[in-house]
């Protein structure tokens, strides 16, 4: 679960400079995030681009506030994609 803010930025920068082995259990989900487009700099999902972009993970591995849908529909996606994560044999540490 990656936090938002910019405290966790360094760490999240030096990660995806590094070489990151994982296998495919790997999800990622966020504590928090802003309502604003994905690509703005107020974005927590867009902070940490690239340390998602030196992981490679598939898409639906990573479980995101989809805020180029309206608010409530964001809402009710984010919520089923945390429910579909709950109920499958992902382990959350």
Known sequence: MLSGGTTPLPA????????LAHDDR???LFSDDR???SD???SNYHQ????????????????RVR???PLDE????????LAALLNSSVRID
């Open 48 to 63: 940490s681009r690239p340390l998602l972009d030196a992981l490679a993970l598939a898409a639906a591995a990573v479980a």
């Open 35 to 37: 309502y604003v487009p």
């Open 74 to 81: 964001a809402t009710a996606d984010y919520e089923r994609q």
């Open 40 to 42: 703005s700099d107020a």
């Open 26 to 28: 790997l999800h990622i």
């Open 12 to 19: 999240y920068r030096a990660l995806a400079r590094g070489p």
């Open 67 to 69: 805020t180029e849908l």
